[in-house]
């Protein structure tokens, strides 16, 4: 088992990742992303990034690569690839999403960025009528081996269309892969996976986290998509996570721990495909369920969870399922507004001592 | 005098507002009391009131994440504004819109956009209304020179000249879409040679000379009510400080900058302008000026002592259905 730090909270992923050895560092999620399109861009030459700014300071006098994408995770990359597979575009998101899939379908392997994933609304079809559906729709022939970076998410004060999360909307989606790493080591090796599947990839990368350290191999390794980790072991309630919720729901375990609750909390690190399994598994031991989740709550990753855990483990319930999810409505900008908008420890807690009747 | 002296002191006024607006709104993000991503408008202020100063209320305009100047040239009132961008439940928008959102519907400002090329299509909808409803009213979009190549930017573009909708598509164009030379994105020599090309008159005029810009949008304007159709009017501009507050602009020249602020500052070129022509005198300016500091000092103040949205209320109003 290696261990990670998240923001002063310590997880340990699950023992899959246990075989990858050598040297570690302590690396940001965003150096960890970027150390894994690096290594995969020297690696393979098919592979490509293109995006607004990816680079940044195009067709300008100043400096080049002034930007390196707004948060900088492909910063440095065009300087040693240079332009032409690093590519800086017109703000025309879906021209830039149609030129990944055809690009994909005809030899390379592009990643491309959607500056903020909000803006997957102007790209929408070439992303869920066309990338993911070629493979199936042409009897297996065609391949779209591309991944979509977007950043997701609220906490940044940015505003109602910047900072939607949108994971289940393309969750929804059949043929699409949905990622969205919670801590720096998966990112590296979700990253990794990501580039070399062989289908489309949605990679959402939380906004709030780019700046969360944990120690992460130094040596190219891929985390396998539907393999959840396990950062707390526990036997009283079980708690899904995803992206920056897994930081909320380790804080509530670790709280509750004191109180002599344990809590499994489970990160599933990939949505689709889920690994639903494990979920089940571990609803088998502890009977209760709680699902934190920063979408929006109908027809969300919330409700789908517990949906199936409804379906395949209902009598390993001893209560009802509690979603913890942000309420019904866009994300607002007043920093009052947006904190009480997006989940925290404290209605984790609340929903864990609920499910327990505590 | 061929401007009313009404006119350009308003004219005058509303620039002098936008810039001391922004300034202060750079000076209040540094400081903390403004949160999230602001982008100013400074030295882009000639156009937005050259586009707006003879709109009624009823004439319609759709702004950009750039959108402070556009609010203030539209009329809407600048304690809301400052209000909103400082995240108040009395701002123009309850404090849930924040600068990239400010809206003001009762004074024809349908948003500003953070959807770069969100604008155009729903301007067109305003002039369909418009030309529909038989109101003679207009309506503008504001855009840039990178929003000139989203795909929406070019469907409201032909679409406006099919349905020879009242729309005029203002083009700023300020060299820059964020860290990206205008001319990098666009694959054209020339935007107003391409916007032409669908079909609508395109002028190109210096930006930062407010009356030559006013000049050829009075003649789009007239043009759109009468029932001629969309125009395209880009105007080149400099954006004076970052994409966004805090930018640190690597991919700018050195001097870049500092030179504009002598050589192509449009409320220079305007005083300059008015005065060698006799029109308005530089003690009146100046006058207008310190009024305009004490206002916005006033919005800072009043904006500061705002109350804050308070969640167990607002987070769930103006919504249909919460869960
Ligand atoms: C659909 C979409 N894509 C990208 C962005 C990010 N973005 C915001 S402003 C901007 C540049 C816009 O350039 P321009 O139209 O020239 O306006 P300016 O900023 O110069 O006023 C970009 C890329 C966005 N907000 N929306
Ligand atoms: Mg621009």
Redesign the pocket.
């Known amino acids: 088992m290696s261990t990670v730090h998240t923001k002063g909270t310590e997880m340990t992923t699950n023992s899959n990742d246990a075989k990858i050895g050598g040297k570690t560092s302590i690396k940001a999620y965003r150096e960890a992303l970027n150390d894994a399109i690096r290594e995969e861009m020297r690696r393979d030459p098919t592979v490509i990034v293109l995006g ?2 990816v680079s940044g300071g195009a067709g300008c006098d100043g400096q080049d690569d002034a930007y390196g994408g707004v948060f900088g995770v492909t910063k440095g990359l065009m300087p040693e690839v240079g332009r032409e597979r690093v590519i800086d575009t017109p ?1 025309s ?1 879906a021209a830039i999403i149609g030129a990944a899939a055809g690009a994909a379908n005809n030899g390379l392997r592009p990643i491309a960025e959607l ?2 994933f909000d ?1 997957i609304g ?1 790209s929408f079809d070439q992303i869920f009528n066309q990338a993911a559906k070629f493979r199936y729709m042409f009897g297996g022939k065609s391949k779209t081996p591309m991944v979509i970076r977007g950043t997701v998410g609220a906490g940044w004060r940015a505003g109602a ?2 900072s939607s999360i949108l994971h289940s909307v393309v969750t929804h989606i059949p043929g699409l892969k949905v990622v969205m790493p919670s801590n720096a080591y998966d990112a590296k090796g979700l990253m990794v996976q990501a580039i070399r599947d062989e289908d489309p990839v949605i990679f959402l990368e939380h906004k709030v986290m780019y700046n969360n350290e944990c120690e992460v191999p130094d040596e190219q390794y891929a985390i396998p998509f539907g393999e959840a980790a396990f950062p707390r072991q526990g036997k009283d309630v079980t708690i899904v996570a995803i992206s920056n919720m897994v930081t909320h729901a380790i804080a509530a375990a670790d709280i509750l721990a004191k109180e002599g609750i344990t809590c499994d909390v489970i990160d599933p690190r990939t949505v689709s495909p889920l690994d639903d399994e494990a979920i089940l598994e571990s609803v088998e031991v502890t009977g209760r369920l709680v699902v934190v989740d920063e979408g929006n709550p109908r027809c969300g990753l919330a409700s789908d969870i517990a949906g199936i855990v409804a379906e395949k483990g209902f009598f390993s319930l001893r209560a009802p399922i509690r979603t913890v999810t942000a309420p019904h409505t866009p994300v607002p900008f007043a920093p009052e507004l947006e904190d009480a908008y997006v989940p925290n420890v404290d209605k984790v807690l609340a929903a864990v001592r609920d499910v327990l009747g505590a | 005098m061929p401007y009313q002296e009404d006119f350009l002191l308003r004219a005058y006024r509303s620039m002098r507002t936008i810039r001391e607006f922004e300034e202060r709104c750079i000076k209040e993000f540094m400081g903390g009391n403004i949160p999230g991503f602001v ?1 100013a408008s400074n030295g882009q202020e000639a156009i937005a009131v050259a586009a707006c100063i003879d709109l009624s209320d009823s004439d319609i305009i759709g702004s ?3 959108g402070h100047g556009h609010c203030i040239a539209k009329g809407c009132d600048v304690g809301g504004m400052m209000k909103e961008v400082m995240g108040r439940s009395t701002g123009l928008c309850k404090g849930k819109g924040g600068s990239m959102h400010i809206a003001d519907i009762d004074k024809g400002m349908l948003g500003a956009n ?5 604008g155009p299509p729903l301007v067109n909808g305003a002039a369909l209304a418009a030309k529909t409803l038989g109101t003679k009213n207009v309506a503008l979009s504001f ?6 190549n ?1 795909g929406t930017t070019m469907e409201a573009m032909n679409m406006a000249v099919v349905l020879q909708l009242p729309h005029i598509f203002i083009y ?1 164009n ?1 060299g ?3 860290g990206t030379a ?1 001319n990098y994105g666009l694959g054209c020599d020339s935007l107003t040679d391409r916007n032409a090309g669908f079909g609508m008159p395109a002028e190109y005029v210096d930006g930062n000379d407010f009356f030559a810009t006013y000049d050829a949008i009075k003649v789009a304007t007239q043009r759109a009510r009468d029932g001629g159709g969309p125009t395209s009017i880009e105007a080149k501009c400099v ?1 004076f400080d970052g ?1 966004f507050i805090g930018d640190p602009q690597l991919y700018r020249g050195e001097d870049e900058v500092k030179n504009a602020r002598k050589t192509e500052d449009c409320l220079k070129i305007f005083r300059a302008r008015v005065i060698k022509e006799g029109w308005l005198k530089a003690a009146t300016m100046n006058a207008i000026d310190k009024e305009i500091v004490a206002e916005i000092e006033k919005a800072v103040a009043d904006g500061l002592a705002a109350p804050r949205p308070d969640p167990s209320t607002d987070l769930l109003s103006d919504v249909y259905s919460s869960y």
């Open positions: 607004e700014e703000i998101e500056m903020f803006f102007v269309q910047h | 982008h950009t994440h750039r953070a959807i770069v090329g969100g855009n840039g020179d990178g929003s000139a989203q700023e300020n820059y879409a964020e205008a954006r994409h």
